[in-house]
């Protein structure tokens, strides 16, 4: 591991500070000189494999308790960026009105893991893609700009099939990031002027042409909490994985219903396993509204959703498991008693 200074900062424009003052335009992420530090439980990894090489690390666990307070105030869940995956999961108010959140967060790593892991580095997590991941490749656009994608034409299994370009085909690895997309919910960030709000749907980028840049953070940018409008009890996230115990999602859907008299009055959807970017299935959510939901309309919703899906040699299997995901967690949703 190469050798870096540690820094803890006891306020937000310090951090800020920090990181805006080592940034350089368009330097991959992997290169950035300085990281913050929140749980560690990726960044260190990532820093062991040689993959992120920061020269300082930003410890912001000292940045004060309302940056891991979960509230629910006029209606609104506001969750703290440091608050612990473990401690949002097992919030009584999130698992009677949000259990899409709860679920999302109990669904991923593992209990370790899940009491260390702040939710504001989850959802800045990077990639799991195998040559991203291990430097003895050396195509990977990701980590090295313009020097082409080993898994184009490699082992693809746990690729994405929705949001790929030819640049990039790598899947966005966390579960939380899907139920906040579908809960519409929106972010704080501070930064080196002050405190902004913004969809989180904005913050992570499809890979395009430049898939080493992955958010819409601005330098000197750090995320400060998430704030979901609105209650929804009627929510659940359905994840399948290669096993039960910790394992990323190879397919997951986020959906939140809103029922009346068994007409669906609104319906949002996101996917997680399948696509380079937590990903809002709007036209597929489009179908379900007004409507009665049954077995033949969770079908439509489903190939809908996938309508624009493309394969590699060997992930083609997500998009008919992605499929029966989504029907299982729409009838699964409609069930509920609440
Ligand atoms: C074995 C294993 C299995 C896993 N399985 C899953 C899974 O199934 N599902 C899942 O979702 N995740 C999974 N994870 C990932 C895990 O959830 C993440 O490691 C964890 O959430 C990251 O949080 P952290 O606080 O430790 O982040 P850190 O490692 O401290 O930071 C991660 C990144 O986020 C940045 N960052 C941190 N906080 C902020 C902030 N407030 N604003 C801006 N940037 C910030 C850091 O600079 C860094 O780049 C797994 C991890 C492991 C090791
Ligand atoms: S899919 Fe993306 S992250 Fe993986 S090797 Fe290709 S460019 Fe790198």
Known sequence: ??????????????ASQALAAAATANVPLTDAPVQLLAGGTTLIDLMKL??????????INGLGPD????????????????????????????LMQYPVVAESLKLAASPQLRNMATVGGNVMQRTR??????????????????????????????????????????????????????????????????????????????????????TTLQPGELISA????????????????DRDSYEFALASAAIALDVQDGNVRDARMALGGVATVPWRAR??????????????????????????????????????LGKRVIAHALQRAAMMEI
């Open 50 to 59: 040689d993959v992120m090489r920061p020269q300082t690390l930003v410890d």
């Open 67 to 94: 940056w891991s307070q979960i509230s629910l105030e006029r209606g609104n869940l506001r969750i703290g960026a440091l608050a612990r995956m473990s401690d949002v999961a097992a919030h009584p108010e999130v």
């Open 129 to 214: 893609c195998t040559y991203f991941r291990d430097v003895s490749y050396v195509n990977c656009n990701k980590r090295k700009p313009g020097s082409g994608c080993a898994a184009m034409d490699g082992f693809n299994r746990t690729h994405a099939v929705l949001g790929t370009s030819d640049s990039c085909i790598a899947t966005y690895p966390g579960d939380f990031a899907q139920a906040l997309i579908a809960l519409d919910a929106s972010l704080e960030i501070v930064g080196k002027s002050g405190t902004r709000n913004m969809p989180f749907a904005q913050l992570h980028k499809p890979p395009g042409d430049s898939p080493q840049i992955e």
């Open 226 to 241: 998430f704030v979901i409008n609105g209650r929804w009890p009627r929510s659940i996230y359905l994840k399948t994985r």
């Open 283 to 320: 036209e597929a959510e489009a179908l379900l509204k007004g409507q009665k939901l049954d077995d033949a309309l969770a079908q439509r919703v489903a190939e809908a959703a996938f309508k624009g899906a493309s394969a590699r040699e060997h992930n083609a299997f997500k998009i008919d």
């Open 1 to 14: 591991m190469r050798p870096f200074a540690y820094q803890r900062a006891t306020d937000a424009p310090s």
